[in-house]
DNA sequence: AAATAAAACGCAATAAACTGCAAATCTTCA
DNA sequence: TGAAGATTTGCAGTTTATTGCGTTTTATTT
């Protein structure tokens, strides 16, 4: 066997599974466990695949090892830090849940004025904690997990309000099938709110461009500003230009 | 299996769940739990998450509120674990706020079946965290300093439930002027809750016995339980045999 | 304050990776 | 064709990584 179709054999794996072990390729191949580390290690440094001890990973697995979790935060931030731009004084605000959502919590000036609305508890007490901000708290049954609220009693007081701007953190956004999520009462909750803003702001780590849940929430004609941790002119955000305005 | 697949799985749970148990780790990936903390103290360096006595959380989801030191807080304890012994299984209960609540949301029993309403965020939070029981919020703007939620959207939702018991801290009980308190606003929504519930328990701690402040809450007689640290036959507690029990 | 559960620490066993070397195989050119 | 040189392969010895276990320390609960 000639050492290109191993690396090719090896590669298939990679890409089929995502990882491979060198004792399971050893057998496979019927070649010793060093040829299997040789031919990993010319692999690697080609920037086919990532090593790992006992075997190898493919890149775009290994991606969301090394850089998200810290890095995915620092995009967020970013987000939070470019959303805050759209907020003024003595604007009335109704605010989603999610991670996104409580990093601009924390941000929010001392001295801002204003008024908060928001189903999630968690962004309630942080906002109100931190400034002079009035905050009122869209309450319900609390789903576990996302600590946000939902059911008809939150749909119903939304009905009552009236808001400038709508912050949404989303689970997925896609140029064809525009906001969409997975949990029923989420998406109920998140069309009210959308109802009862002048205003639609979306605020979504690139990663989450391009996903796709099974229940729609808004079409991406709705939404007035789309916000991400990458620059406006980014290619990737080429296909969301219904949007409004892409921050 | 991999150390990368088997980190990655503990991230896929952190995100799905924003919490994991250690033990729990162990059974599912059949890894030592010597195995599974070394994972979660890599994962925590290369901040991913934040490692917490018995597992690890999100980060995001880091509880934002370090409790300033609880005054009294043994004696709160006490009281609490008092009052959890009138709490049976399929029960609605009605909440307050207050460091005496708090206690009280993390005794309850991770398998206790039943409804918790409350006004305050952080007993809505603590209780959805670790237990199965449904927890409804009832919204409103939130007061700064108290952390619970007043207003006429709280006394509205509060007229359309009904409980089986309402739990209430208090600033101030007295024998001859029964519940007493300072805000407006909290007596408003204290009241129509005291309304809404079939029993009443009052928690104080004895230093709080005696006092008096301007507004009325209720009367003794409106009292079922009154829980303090106190054992029920200290003479402290005599001028309080208004209320119905004492614990 | 005691009992319990979890975490931290050091240690040893095992498995994998690395190193240098020699045998086998392949290239290439007279 | 066949021999020098290069490449590839497998092997033995050494180094490094990973894991589970017993013990001690620290947290948490009663």
């Given at each position: 066997m000639l050492i290109e179709e191993r690396q090719n054999y090896i590669l298939t794996q990679i890409n089929l599974h995502n990882k491979v072990h060198t004792s399971d390729l050893c057998n496979e191949l019927n070649v010793s466990l060093d040829t299997i580390r040789r031919d990993l290690?010319?692999?690697?440094?080609?920037?086919?695949?990532?090593?790992?001890?006992?075997?190898?990973?493919?890149?775009?697995?290994?991606y969301p090892f090394q850089q998200p979790a810290v890095y995915a935060q620092e995009n967020k931030k970013e987000i939070a830090k470019k959303t805050l731009e759209l907020i003024e004084d003595g604007m009335?605000?109704?605010t989603?849940?999610?991670?996104?959502?409580?990093?601009?919590a924390r941000m929010i000036p001392e001295n801002l004025k204003g008024t908060f609305f928001t189903i999630s508890p968690l962004v309630a007490l942080e906002v109100a904690q931190r400034s002079s901000i009035d905050v009122i708290?869209?309450?319900?049954?609390?789903?576990?997990n996302s600590y946000?609220?939902?059911?008809?009693?939150v749909i119903r007081q939304l009905s009552e309000i009236r808001v400038d701007l709508c912050l949404l953190g989303t689970n997925s956004i896609s140029s064809t099938e525009g906001l969409t999520d997975t949990d029923w009462d989420v998406v109920q909750v998140k069309k009210e709110m959308i109802k009862?803003?002048?205003?639609?702001?979306?605020m979504s780590i690139a990663e989450k461009l391009g996903a796709i849940q099974n229940l729609t929430v808004c079409d991406l004609n709705d939404v007035d500003y789309l916000i991400t941790e990458l620059n406006p002119e980014d290619p990737?955000?080429?296909?969301y230009s219904k949007v409004n305005k892409i921050k």
């Open positions: 290690t010319d692999l690697e440094k080609i920037g086919k695949l990532v090593k790992v001890h006992g075997g190898a990973i493919s890149k775009s697995f290994h009335n605000i109704l989603g849940g999610g991670t996104i959502m409580l990093e601009l708290l869209i309450s319900g049954k609390l789903a576990r946000i609220c939902t059911g008809p009693s009862r803003a002048n205003k639609l702001a979306v990737e955000l080429s296909k």
